[in-house]
């Protein structure tokens, strides 16, 4: 398996706060994304990142920002957490543009 | 727009065989993703198709038809451990990939 972690892996939290969680790879991949999964949809892409520093907008960005200092960590904010944005986040990395994405364990956000 | 349509759910029995397929309509298309998602865990990869005709790894086999914008997951020899989500995935035109709500697979003793 891809060395890929994301922390918390849980997290409750109120409508309006901050929140940030965390990806951070061992595999030196260029390519890292966010994705959120809920039920019947199927994974949606927030940000994505193919470099350090470079960053670029999903399907659903709206309320996220992410920020990728290093090769190895992508980091996902949620500037005022609401309701609907409560729902398991994964990330994933993959080495080039066209290849298989290999995912972290997830981290599941409760925004109450 | 975009889509990518799998049945919701399907059961099958252990030991059977099981076919998931999956449709899609997509701008452009640069390759097909099967992943394998248990219950409260991550996506695992499964295969990648890219040129039509069938790939083969074990008891697992998928299928394209890039004429026909169709894709199916063949299980062979059903165990328990499979039961799970089975995800589809389009790579576009843009290198996006777009995903499947997944096919939920129920195997019954």
């Known amino acids: 398996d891809a060395g890929i972690t994301q922390s918390p892996r849980h997290k409750v939290t109120e409508t309006g706060t901050p929140v940030t969680l965390r990806c951070h790879q061992t595999?030196?991949?260029?390519?890292m994304y966010w994705y959120r999964q809920d039920p019947g949809h199927g994974l949606r892409l927030i940000h994505y990142?193919?470099?350090?520093?470079?960053?670029d907008k999903g399907e659903v960005s709206d309320g996220y920002s992410v920020s990728r200092s290093k090769t190895e960590d992508f980091l996902l904010t949620l500037e005022s957490a609401t309701s609907s944005q409560t729902s398991v986040y994964f990330c994933?990395?993959?080495?080039?543009?066209?290849?298989?994405?290999?995912f972290g364990p997830g981290t599941r956000l409760l925004v109450l | 727009g975009q889509n990518i349509d799998q049945p919701t759910e399907m059961t099958a029995t252990e030991g059977a065989i099981v076919q998931i397929n999956c449709t899609y309509q997509?701008?452009?298309?640069?390759?097909l993703f099967w992943y394998q998602q248990h219950a409260g865990e991550a996506p695992t990869f499964l295969s990648y198709?890219?040129l039509d005709g069938l790939e083969e790894k074990g008891r697992f086999s998928s299928f394209l038809s890039r004429s026909k914008g169709y894709s199916y997951l063949l299980l062979k020899e059903l165990q328990m451990k499979d039961s799970a989500s089975y995800l589809c995935?389009?790579?576009?035109?843009?290198?996006?990939?777009?995903w499947g709500a997944g096919t939920k697979l129920i195997i019954k003793p």
């Open positions: 990142s193919y470099g350090v520093k470079d960053t």
């Open positions: 198709n890219v």
């Open positions: 994933a990395i993959s080495d080039r543009e066209v290849e298989t994405q290999y």
């Open positions: 995935a389009v790579i576009d035109s843009n290198y996006q990939l777009i």
């Open positions: 997509t701008s452009g298309f640069n390759g």
């Open positions: 595999e030196n991949h260029r390519y």
